[in-house]
């Protein structure tokens, strides 16, 4: 995925200089750019799974997502 990430110019590897066995990876402009097309997708995808679930399920659901995607975020 990393791969076909970078070669598509969505992303920029680096070596990490404090483990050589570590990449650093950073979103290029053009990924940038594509960020509110993605971010809308994601909105589409997320409003079809939750469709058939009550409102309160449905923000359980997202509180779940939101601190799992923090978790990533922070790794």
Request: glycine share 0%; no cysteine; aromatic share 8%.
């Amino acid at each position: 995925m990393i791969d076909k990430l970078e070669i598509k110019s969505f992303i920029i590897r680096k070596e990490n200089n404090l483990d050589r066995r570590a990449f650093s990876l950073f979103l290029t402009d053009k990924a940038k750019k594509d960020l509110p097309i993605i971010e809308n997708y994601e909105n589409k995808v997320l409003e079809n799974i939750v469709k058939e679930l009550n409102n309160e399920d449905k923000y359980k659901f997202i509180s779940i997502l939101e601190k799992i995607r923090k978790n990533i975020s922070d790794v």
